[in-house]
């Protein structure tokens, strides 16, 4: 038996689909859950998909985080259950509070599509075991509102704890502070990150690499040694 | 106000009636009170005004638009021709896919953001309505000069629109154009294409059958926007210095329109739909005689039950207005409740608001009056036809006459001149890198996006199992159909076929986006009478039918008129995108091949363009055979694994296509100007019917007797190799030098 | 230094889908009683001079030409009292 | 109907680049002796019944919840006058 990985589709949802793809790669099986469940059917890890739920409308993220699927991952991801937000995802995670942070309008106030260099800061969470610290991946990131921003003690937190988790390389494509792409919390369990890594999973597709494979296998691994 | 009922017509045969200000002319007055023995009410009046429009009847164009069924060349690939939402091609594996291309220039200039973003959505109804899946779009732009200070209104706005909009749609952006010219300065063009992909059991048509059947109403709420805006928007060119006469704009709402998707979708998944029809100009009045006129039988509509925004609404308003992303169902009885429960499912509402009836008529009430009783043909697909006057315009022979000869216009000679001529071009607004504004667009999401832009066609896998994909390429250039409207559109044609066969894809299917000015005026007549003539002779040689488009007239400012600008789309089908051929040249010591042959033809070129501003003569010379032949080849190489690079040539000529490839695959290539050319030619002529290559040493003996056998030109040039691109025995550019000329152009002008 | 706010809001007869996408969220969330919600803009100026008359014809002209989009919006400019 | 405003701004500590922008064009725009510009939401909140204390409470906890990401916004709810 594999594990079951849940990929949450909110109303407005885009990358949801490409997230099941990336799971199914990397050989686990996809789950699709729906946002007004509150039921995550036995899944072992939740993927928060990228898009623009609610069409990003208020803010991004700021109304899927009440949907009553969200009440359920709160709590469980609290108690430990690995989830993995992507763009979206992480907004939505930062407005649920299971991140700390907002995500501020791009400094170009433009949205940005690119190829982009990160790199991995944390190799110990549940979705990075398969990276190595210090390793260079190049993933898609596409964002408008992707600008990670805290207070200062917030960063010196992250930062002191290694809870930064990526950081872009070369570019930084939306003024985020410190130049971080996704942090993790302090029990390495829930990550959130703005470039797509379900994007980078096939050699024929988006940007031809498959640098974003690894989350996936990562998260199977952890989930099947368990 | 006393509502306008049909008996309230009845009894006041001579009541005054606004049809002169609502756009109609006289005889269509005098024709509609005929057609219902009566004069029309105030209803009845809305919807013919608009219906009957340019935008809607395509009254100057239809007589000429019809050579594109008559001379429709022998295929079996059409599943769905023209006269539907959009076409529907058999791509093969029990696939089918369907795209289309329209304009929405007029609103984009009063409003660019949101005249664009809902370019976008109407487009991508027109898709969903056939039953498809939407899967990527496109968006050939046109401005006016990219130093003008509208430019830096316009452009920005429309961007961001169209990005906004497909961005939150979800819909990869996979290609383009980008064009600036004066001509566009108060007439930008926004084209708007979109394809999707179904299954050949899942077309679904614009058709009401069935007495008993009901009419569903889904989506958004209807409010006051756009009223109107078909008739005054489509109709005349409208004073922009004057704000009150400005139509009311509609707003798009990208978010409800990804929720009217996934309903549609799942509700066609469930075969709950028997017949279907987006909403654009014209709105409930356009869609419910469009679904009548094309079924079986009557419709009956109580317009009480639509949801409405606002409640101070006249009927007439209902039923003209423009709310966007909103769709009409034919749904049987007994799946009304699973409809209305999907429709719950996404958050979309959804209201029943009439039936089928066996009856003949469109009938439509309000407060338990009936408003409307019209025969729904009459409103949808008898509308008026012209036979508008055309002529050669009296300045065509002067124009032509105007050649770039050598004599007449001064060339580079010499390595240093050529050499700053080469960074002139690559670094004019025209030929320079686009990618401040594709940077803003998505072309990831759905996770299908093989190519995207700068290539040459846009490619999307269809199928995860076989790796079947289709390929677009749009291509359109005015100064060449200005110069000569029949081989204009023609170019056009063969740029984007070229495209897509240098991505290695089969061009199968054609879409068409005729943009124009007035046609009221014979001249601009005469230039879309001839461009319609020699599209549809290309598409009959190259076995091309056009499948749907659209036509936008009255492109003007005054009495001055666009560029006659016919946008041509080409859809291609490659049976494994893992043979796509990419246009970067990115392996060391590759072999670099010119296809095709090189006369000196610079009329209406870039070079002309960027280095004397100017534009006369006559277009370059065009060999459909040739086109023929050249995609055979091209497409074989890719199959066969013989050739790794391809890039088409067109704006700008070898060195523009050149630089492009080497830029992007981050490698230099040493070329040596063939005999007997002369090096200003080779490096800037715009000859049709060519590509360069990169060709591996391996494959080269087999490549060459390919193209030796099929009796394609086909000179060795040069090679992959270094940081620079030299031209031996004339100049040495290095890369950072091409590529600091060819980037950051448009940011400097526009960001 | 002085403040002056200027009010940016859609023209009543245009969609918001912004303040549709709140409305519909509020009972989610159990806020009742809201029969409508519309989102706008608000931009705050700090004024380096005096707030007078000219100053604020100035700052019209910009709502007018700049800060709004008049196709679609509605504007209102005021001066904001020191708290 | 009465009607609630809030007002959403940006924490002055946190940057805020389209209030930037917005400056950095008006002197190009001939618009001179701005010092600052901030950009932020209003909420235009139509209520059904009547604006009392408990109906003000309930706003200002929709505001802190979700109208506002108190993480880097501040906002305020007022009582818009009849006009
Ligand atoms: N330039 C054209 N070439 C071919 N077909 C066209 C052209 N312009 C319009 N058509 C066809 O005429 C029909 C009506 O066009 P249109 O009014 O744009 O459709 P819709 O109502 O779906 O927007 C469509 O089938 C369209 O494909
Ligand atoms: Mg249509």
């Not at chain 2, 039923?319 to 999907?342: G, T």
């Not at chain 2, 394609?712 to 040069?718: E, H, K, S, V």
């Amino acid at each position: 038996m594999t594990a079951r990985i849940g990929v949450v589709t909110f109303p407005g949802s885009l990358d949801d689909r490409d997230a099941q793809r990336a799971v199914r790669l990397a050989g686990a099986e996809p789950v699709a859950l729906w946002h007004r469940d509150k039921d995550l059917h036995q899944v072992d890890a939740v993927v928060l998909p990228g898009g623009f739920s609610y069409g990003d409308y208020l803010r991004c993220g700021a109304i899927s985080r009440f949907s009553p699927v969200m009440d359920t991952i709160i709590e469980q991801a609290k108690a430990g259950l690995p989830v993995l937000g992507i763009c979206n995802g992480f907004q939505v995670l930062t407005e649920s509070h299971l991140l700390p942070g907002a995500m501020l309008r791009n400094e170009s106030l433009h949205f940005v599509c690119r190829d982009q260099k990160l790199r991995v800061e944390n190799a110990a969470t549940a979705w990075t075991t398969d990276y190595t610290v210090g390793q260079e991946i190049s993933v898609p990131l596409k964002n408008g509102e992707g600008r990670f921003t805290a207070d200062a003690r917030t960063i010196d937190e992250l930062e002191a704890e290694g809870r930064v988790a990526f950081r872009y390389l070369d570019v930084n494509p939306n003024g985020s502070i410190n130049d971080i792409a996704g942090i993790t919390n302090a029990a390495g369990n829930v990550v959130g990150l703005m470039p797509h890594p379900e994007h980078a999973v096939e050699p024929l597709v988006g940007t031809g690499r498959t640098d974003g494979l690894g989350f996936f296998t990562s998260i199977l691994k952890q989930l099947v040694s368990s | 106000m006393t509502l306008d009922t049909v008996k309230h017509a009845t009894e006041t045969p001579d009541a005054e009636q606004p049809w002169a200000a609502l756009g109609l002319k006289a005889d269509e007055y005098a024709r509609i009170r005929e057609i219902l023995g009566r004069r029309p009410t105030g209803a009845e009046l809305a919807m013919y005004s608009v219906m009957w429009s340019e935008h809607c009847s395509y009254k100057s164009s239809k007589v000429h638009l019809k050579q594109f069924g008559d001379k429709k060349p022998e295929t079996d690939a059409l599943l769905v021709g023209i006269g539907e939402n959009a076409g529907v091609v058999d791509v093969g594996q029990g696939y089918a896919v369907t795209f289309k291309i329209e304009s929405h220039n007029h609103p984009s200039y009063v409003e660019p953001y949101q005249g664009a973003a809902t370019g976008i959505g109407g487009i991508v109804r027109d898709i969903l309505a056939m039953g498809a899946r939407p899967v990527a779009v496109m968006d050939p732009l046109r401005f006016g000069a990219p130093d003008h200070p509208d430019t830096r209104r316009v452009l920005p706005g429309i961007v961001a629109g169209i990005g906004g909009y497909g961005n939150c749609l979800g819909l990869p952006n996979i290609g383009g154009e980008v064009v600036f010219d004066p001509c566009y300065q108060g007439n930008p063009l926004v084209n708007a294409l979109c394809v999707g992909v179904m299954k050949h059991e899942d077309i679904h048509l614009a058709q009401a059958f069935g007495a008993g059947n009901k009419v569903i109403l889904y989506g958004a709420r209807t409010g006051g926007d756009g009223i109107g805006g078909a008739s005054i928007l489509a109709s005349e060119t409208f004073d922009a210095t004057k704000p009150s006469k400005r139509p009311a704009v509609q707003v798009g709402d990208p978010f409800q329109e990804k929720l009217l998707i996934e309903c549609t979708l799942e509700v066609f998944r469930e075969r709950l739909v028997s017949g279907i029809q987006d909403f654009g100009a014209a709105g409930l009045s356009c869609a419910t005689s469009e679904l009548a006129s094309a079924g079986s039988g009557g419709m009956r509509v109580e317009l009480d039950d639509v949801p409405l925004r606002d409640n101070t609404l006249s009927p007439e308003e209902i039923l003209m207005s423009e709310s966007q992303e909103r769709m009409c169902a034919i749904v049987e009885p007994a799946n009304v409740d699973r409809f209305l429960e999907i429709c719950e499912k996404w958050d979309v509402i959804a209201t029943v608001i009439g039936e089928v009836t066996d009856g003949e008529r469109l009938e439509i009430f309000w407060r338990g009056e009936q408003i409307v009783d019209v025969p729904p043909r009459t409103v949808a697909h008898d509308g008026p036809v012209l036979n508008r006057p055309f002529a050669r315009p009296s300045w065509q022979d002067e124009l032509q006459a105007d050649a770039p000869t050598a004599e007449r216009l001064k060339r580079p000679a010499g390595g240093d001149e050529l050499r700053t001529a080469v960074l002139q071009l690559v670094g004019s607004p025209n030929q320079a890198d686009k990618s401040w504004i594709t940077s803003q667009y998505d072309r990831f999401v759905l996770g299908n996006t093989v190519l995207a832009t700068p290539e040459d066609s846009g490619m999307i896998r269809v199928d995860e199992e076989s790796n079947l994909g289709v390929a677009i390429a749009t291509d359109g250039n005015g100064r060449f159909a200005k110069l000569d409207p029949y081989t204009g559109a023609q170019l056009a044609l063969a740029e984007a076929y070229r495209n897509v066969a240098a991505t290695g894809a089969k061009p199968l299917a054609v879409s068409d986006c005729l943009n124009f000015g007035s046609p009221e005026d014979p001249d601009v007549m005469w230039q879309f009478a001839e461009a319609t003539r020699g599209l549809a002779d290309a598409c009959l040689t190259l076995g091309t039918p056009v499948t749907g488009g659209n036509v936008s007239l009255y492109n003007q400012t005054g009495a001055v008129a666009i560029h006659p600008t016919p946008v041509v789309a080409v859809l291609g089908v490659i049976d494994d995108v893992n043979r796509r051929t990419p246009m970067a040249f990115a392996e060391e010591g590759q072999l670099v091949y010119l296809l095709g042959d090189t006369a000196d033809e610079l009329g209406g070129s870039a070079w002309t363009q960027v280095a004397h501003d100017h534009l006369g003569g006559l277009p370059p010379r065009l060999d459909l055979e040739r086109e023929r032949l050249l995609a055979e080849i091209l497409i074989s190489g890719s199959r066969d694994g013989m050739i790794d690079a391809a890039h088409d040539l067109s704006d700008g000529g070898l060195i523009q296509a050149l630089t492009e490839s080497c830029l992007r695959g981050g490698k230099g290539a040493r070329l040596v100007v063939p005999e007997g050319l002369d090096p200003f030619v080779f490096l800037f002529s715009e000859s049709a019917g060519r590509a360069i290559v990169s060709v591996p040493r391996s494959e080269e003996l087999r490549f060459t007797e390919m193209c030796g056998v099929r009796g394609l030109p086909a000179t060795r040039i040069g090679v992959v190799d270094g940081d620079s691109i030299e031209i031996q025995g004339q100049f040495t550019l290095p890369l950072a030098e091409l590529h600091e000329a060819h980037t950051g152009v448009i940011e400097a002008l526009i960001g | 230094m002085a403040r002056v706010v200027v009010d940016v809001m859609l023209k009543p007869e245009i969609l918001d889908p912004q303040g549709q996408a709140v409305q519909r969220a509020l009972p989610r969330l159990g806020f009742a009683g809201i029969a409508d919600v519309r989102q706008g803009k608000r931009f705050e100026l700090e004024l380096e001079g005096p707030v007078d008359d000219a100053a604020l014809a100035r700052i019209r002209e910009a709502a007018e030409t700049f800060l709004a989009n008049t196709v679609i919006e509605d504007f209102t400019v005021r001066v904001e009292e020191e708290k």
